[in-house]
């Protein structure tokens, strides 16, 4: 088992910023491929952001490529999502996951059944 717990969710204006943070617990953090996801009000849960278990690749949502970056510090078992740029459609529970094994470098992780621990998420409101 993986213990997922998000922060750094609250309430900001339209173009600002927050940094999310997932500190997880149980297994060896660096065996784990990690992403974002959100589910906005009336919506299905969507891809935000992933990356690789090594921290060298990250892939995007379309939505927010050049506005949010993920990372991690493995050695705090630790991932990041910095939002940059928020904009009310950004409003949404984010949630980070978790999923154990090789991560294949053509593939794009971002598909919901393909996490295995989630996190219980952190409320993320951006006012007009």
């Known amino acids: 088992q993986v213990q997922l717990v998000e922060s750094g969710g609250g309430l900001v204006q339209a173009g600002g910023s927050l940094r999310l943070s997932c500190a997880a617990s149980?297994?060896?953090?660096?065996?784990?491929?990690m992403a974002w996801f959100r589910r906005a009000p009336g919506k299905e849960r969507e891809f935000v952001a992933a990356i690789s278990r090594d921290g060298l690749r990250t892939y995007y949502a379309d939505s927010v490529k050049g506005r949010f970056t993920t990372s991690r510090d493995n050695p705090k078992n630790t991932v990041f999502l910095q939002m940059n740029s928020l904009n009310p459609e950004d409003t949404a529970v984010y949630y980070c996951?978790?999923?154990?094994?090789?991560?294949?470098?053509?593939?794009?992780?971002?598909?919901?059944?393909?996490?295995?621990?989630w996190g219980q998420g952190t409320q993320v409101t951006v006012s007009s």
């Open positions: 149980g297994r060896t953090f660096s065996h784990f491929i």
């Open positions: 996951a978790a999923r154990e094994g090789i991560d294949y470098s053509g593939i794009v992780y971002e598909g919901i059944a393909m996490y295995d621990f």
